[in-house]
Every structure is written in structure tokens, then in C-alpha cells.
């Protein structure tokens, strides 16, 4: 199956660098400038995946307002915010409003992103398959994640994840006790990064609970192997 992609960048030298990337992986990707031909486009027909840039043009937040109006289209269709803004607050705007992941744009973006798509054309399929790994449900004490619907919840309160968080916080919470190496966290998100980056993921991880339970400690560190899920 041929899946198709539609990017929504200003940039005309990076929107031809990630029309090339992702067309040779065998995508189908359809690429837009601004926000009013990406509107009518997914109007006439939405694809199986939206790659879309916050700022376009003069319009600081078009990304922002094309995700809320996809969501208006479709529920589900997986939306990754691919962008220069790289502050707390807007990766928490995004993940709000509905994307499956939020990417900040650096030299390495085009080595990964690839792998990270596929990923989520994965969970795709798990969950039009409806089988049982659809419904797989990880609960510790006061912690529950949804697999299916990649929500996470401490003290039944919503933690908001971009996607790789939420695979890297899946695969430590999964066996509790359980060392996780950088590698292994990596394999799960389906990212080749540094360690320092997989250290700044798991910062991120645990400030977001703690925004929640500001005395959360279920994430232990072993310095120089990796990290585990500490139940009380």
C-alpha cells in the first residue's frame, strides 16, 4: 500500500528536501506554500498523513490553524508539526490540538523522519486491524497509558506526550524495574539520536508529570546504562 503525505511548507528549498526524502521511501507527497491552497486541497481530499510548518508566510500560527481545521475533517488523520519553534508552550499548543507528534527542524531532522512516519503508519494499521495489541492497556499505581490511543494519564490526569515521549515512556513503564538502555529507547521510538537526546527526552517526560504530582519519581536514572520505571 502506497500511502500519501501532505506537506505544508513556505520553505521552497526544505519542502523540496523533505518532498525527496519522503518520495524515496515510496510515499506519495503532496506539497503546499501556504495555508489556503493546503485548506482546499484537504477539502477536496484528505491524505494518510499531514506534515505541517507553524509559521507561513506573515501568518505566524497558520499550522496551528490548519491542524484545528483537519481535526474538523477528521478526528484521526496522524498531523506532525514540523517547525522552527521549538518553546514548551508551543509543543504544548500542538499536542492540544490534536498532532501526533511535534518536530523541532534541524540538521538531523531528514535522517529520522522517515523512520518516525513509518512508525506511525504502524500504529495506523494496529489500530484499523482492531486486534489485541489495539487494545493494550499499561496500568502502574496511579499511572494508565493507552497504547491504542497513545494517551497517558497520572492520577487520572491527562499527560500530554509527543509521540516519541509517549514510546519512549511505553517502553520503560512496560516491565517495571526493567533497565531500559539509550539503545533500546531508541529502537522503541524509532529514532536514531544521541544519548544527551534521549536525556532531554526523559527531562521532558518527567517535568510534564510533575506539572501534575510536582513530588513524581517513577522514572530512575542509571548513570551511563539507562533508565527504569520505579514502582512504590
Known sequence: MSYTIALVEDD??????????????????SAYAGKAEAVEAFEDRLPDLVILDIMLGEDLDAGFELCRHLRTLSP?????????RNS?????????LGAWDYLTKDVTTLDFLPARISAMFRTVEILRSG?????????????RIDEARKEVY????????????????????????????????????????????????IKRIRNKFREIDPDF????SEYGMGYRWQTP
Open 12 to 29: 521552497p528549498q526544505l519542502q523540496e528536501n523533505y518532498v525527496k526524502a519522503l518520495e524515496r521511501e515510496g510515499y506519495e507527497v
Open 154 to 201: 497520572w492520577q487520572d490526569r491527562p499527560v500530554l506526550l509527543t509521540l516519541t515521549e509517549f514510546w519512549i515512556l511505553c517502553s520503560i513503564a512496560r516491565r517495571p524495574g526493567h533497565l531500559k538502555s539509550h539503545e533500546q529507547l531508541m529502537d522503541a521510538a524509532s529514532v536514531v539520536v544521541t544519548n544527551n537526546a534521549i536525556t532531554a527526552h
Open 131 to 143: 486486534t489485541s495489541e489495539n487494545r493494550n492497556i499499561i496500568e502502574h499505581s496511579e499511572l
Open 217 to 220: 519519581d517513577h522514572i530512575r
Open 76 to 84: 484521526t488523520i496522524p498531523v506532525i508539526f514540523l517547525t522552527a
Open 88 to 96: 514548551d508552550i508551543d509543543r504544548v499548543s500542538g499536542l492540544r
